[in-house]
């Protein structure tokens, strides 16, 4: 999302800042300096609540904020993505509609506002809403608020119609809440099962319809279904008028061939239809929620497609809740299997029934673990990292496809004692800790990202592995909208986005995602920040925006600003941002501070405190680490550079210089194998005889017993158009000896002698046993074979009669 | 955890197919006749295909020829003379899963089956129609069939036939919608094999005459060809049949033929000495009637019922 804030651009709104006009009192120096160290009693006022950090200070002006919320939700089944910004949805629609500059121009105009005023209806929407009416709804409240003439009225009427019959109805807007993360995930789930389960309820028809035919069937083959009566109604009134069915009875209970199904496969059979019958019934669970009761959603309860279960302990109650609807869903699988297999005739109860009597979800494919009703758990981070902790950590080690939507506070210190100050200690980084446990998809993001956190919702969803996604929807107060709370945290690094999917590779910089953050390369986001000085001209400065700056907006961390005067002047003072990659030596004697703004539009310089500083660098510490294991090329040049400068380039050179190594040993073997194998061949050609030319035969050319195939096959390849020289003949030889591949496989030969003649794998003839035989049978296979591919040879057997005759039959053929 | 339990249902090994699974009753066929030939080729292909047996039907009509589904071990249905077509089409039409063979002889398939033929032609449903054309009716006893050639002495023209053969593939290649026709023989198995294989693997109607021996009464009709291959005319072509070298060398006339075209296929069937073999014709992209007529196919009585309430609806007074 683009979370923008638009500067106002008219001079007088910017932030005013008051010049100094003396340098620093030592006193009021002291007092500075004493509260940075950690003494909260000195006389100086602490921000008010209206104080916000510098950039935010357009941000009192909600007019000029712009969000991608409403989204507009795509109905399941659309193609393209699952959701847009409304607003933007809306532009380009009417881009489409209206392209020219002169028309629709009162709707141009008008576009924010409607986009206003849809915001307004939406506002105290807890779940998302029927996009059609609420457009018509927007639509009516403009017309009235505009006033316009009667022409000019229907003129944009006629454009909206045109405008909301381009967005359909059928889609739902949804608006930006503390339950957006948990609709966006029934709607992504709603848009990628659906269509799974209705594929699924198919085959489970079509497999049913399967079952019922076998089963008619094998009715029909008994007895009872060969009655004369139940004939007859099988032939139906016409039917039994042409038939005499009792003779047909008969006729039909002679065997012929028809074998009845074995009792162990038809008790099979009739176990899994009343499964998938069951399964037939009522529609598709979208998901189960389970939440504390601590997250106030009764909207949940009134989802038709919703289980809702509350429970203190939700991790421990998903896992369960989990075992026990997969194994509900393994009965029905293991019934499709099995019905898959008893279709196709292939199942086999030796194979089978030990696999089914084990089946259960570690089994499922993802296709079968698409069916299954996602887990969702909706939690606050607290109690997990709490009192709960290990039933948390035995959640995400259990690999269970169970999604954990937690809402964590950046500001805060999940786990830590409570009424404790979050910074007194370092921050459990939750998001680090689940990464610890290998196996789980965890994501860091936020609702004010939607297409990031929809990325991340996917992934989880597809990839089955348990998926923890850490969320900051900010905190709903009167200073600053949630979503631009949620935006600020975003921003200062105190609750990065990433994603860890151990499934993208085996590389830490595969797995983890960085993609989103701002300025992903540098410590913190920087920014240009305008406003005007004393006499009204307008100036420029660029600013960080650091974890101190997002520490103003959360109430509890206020204690660690204060104001510093804005009438004094002290050089020992610098931004925050500089102070933090300052060396020790050169800040020792500085104090840190943050640039903002008041409620009346002044800028000031806040004070903050070392304990804040530490969290700062707590905070750029773990976003350095997470920048390092994502693999960003600045990150690891500069630890490089940092940590081992010296060591580089020596690394380098070793690298190469083995690589070098590992060639020339390779090389060198490629050699010595090499010289052992000519050496061995030439061992094997120096034993056999010198190859001769072949002696000229008295019939044309020579060819071995096998030779034909050969001779054929190396014949030139046929020149189209040209006439092909005939085959070369064949030699006489002694044995003889069938054209396999010409034979057609008419039998003849088979029928004289099957001994002499057998037939291949390809039922093609070949000579069986040649002394199986007469030389007579053989000449006369030969003279009766239609492909006249069997060659006699020469009489093996020479006190055989007639062979005089049979010789000078058997020329034709050899 | 996900995959924990592997799965070995799947690893039941597959039924392998011989060729003695595709094998029915013993072939009662002459000793010598053409068609061992035609019926070993086409277990072949199956064998080769790996198709289950009982994905198979073979469907004939009357004549030697149409023993052939007695001699596949698969389904088959023996029909009525000429009726080999209707029965296949019908077949196809509601399953098409199946693999239809369809074996017919000159005289059930251009004699009294002609009208079916035509039709079937145009149809173009995916099956394969294997016309075993040994230029005489063998069943019968040697009478005139309409591919037998002039002068031939038959029993019911003892002094020869008196009028010119019938041209199949001419007449096959002037029907609408035609999309395979190839002419093979059955003393060539490597050929016949690749051609009945192409026919085959052909998505839609295809016609496949095969010149077969009848040692019975047409031994010297192909004798001759057999002795002297120059009297066959092999078409070559990238897109035709493929065969070997080895093949190749046994046709010694061979000509280049495309066929993809149409009107030169025509030509080339119009000349009838030398005899063509190879594929004439093939477009694989004309529309098929099993598109059609297979629509609705596993829907629930529920659903039939519905959908004839539906129909039934827009006649209510």
New interface residues.
Partial sequence: MSATATALDSLANLPILTPADSAAEPALLGQLRHFHLGDPRVPLSAPEEDYLPAFLAASRDNAQLRSDYPLYLHPPGSDGPLFEPLAGLLRQSLQALAPGEFQAQILKKNLPRLEQMLGHLLERAVTPLPAGELLLQAGETLQDELELSKARRDRLQSDLDKLFAAVPPTGRLLSYGRHATLHLLLHAIRCRRLPRYQAFAAEIQRLLQQLHSLLALERRKSTAGQTPESLTASLGATGSCFLDASALSELLGQPRGSRPLTPERLARIQRIVPILEAARRGPPRLATVIHTDAIPAPWLHGEPDCLTLADADPCGRASAEFTRQADELATLFRAVRIARLEVASQYQPEQHDPWFATFGWEAFTPEELDLLPPVVVVAFADPLAGDQLSAFSRLLRAGQPVQILLEVRPGANHGAAPGTDPLASYRLELGYFAISHRQALVQQSSPARPAHLLEGLLAALDSHATGLHLLTTGVFQDQVPAWLAAWSALESRAHPLFRFDPQAGSHWAERLSFAGNPQANADWSRFEFRYQDWQGNEQAMVLAFTFADFALLEPPLRDHFRVIPNSVEAPVLIPLAEYLVESLAQIANRLPFVWAVDGNGFLHRLLVSRTLVLACRDRQDYWRTLQELAGLPRTAAAVAAVTTPAMATPVADQQAQWQAEQQAALEQMRQTVLAELSQRLQEVLGQLPAIAPLPELPVAAAAPVAAPVAVAAVAPAAVPGERLAPPAAVAVTAEPWVDTPRCTSCNVCIELNPRLFVYNDNAQAMIGDPHAGTYAQLVKAARSCPARCIHPGKPLNPQEPDLDILVQRAAAYN | ?????????D??PHRYF??EDYAGGE?RWC????D??I??AV??ICRDEQIPP?NVVAVSGIGCSSRFPHYLGTYGFHGLHGRALPVACGIKARRPDLHVWIASGDGDCFSIGAGHWLHAVRYNMDMTLVVFDNNIYGLTKNQTSPTSRQGLKTNTHPRGSWLPPHNPLSVTLGIANVSFVAQSV?????HLYATLRAAFDHKGFSFVRVLQ?C?AYT?QVFDAL?RDP?KLR?L??EDGIQV???V?????????HDPGDLNAARDVAAIEDPVPIGLLFRDPDRPRYETLSSEGL?R?SEDKLQALDAVLDHFAI
């Fill in positions: 955890m996900l995959g924990l339990k592997a799965d070995w249902s690893e039941t011989t060729l072939a000793p010598g006749c053409g061992h030939g019926l070993k277990q072949r009982e059955d003393w060539n198995p490597a021996r040692p031994a057999q120059g092999l070559t072509h070997e070298d080895s190749l060398c046994l046709f010694p006339n061979a000509c280049r596993g629930s």
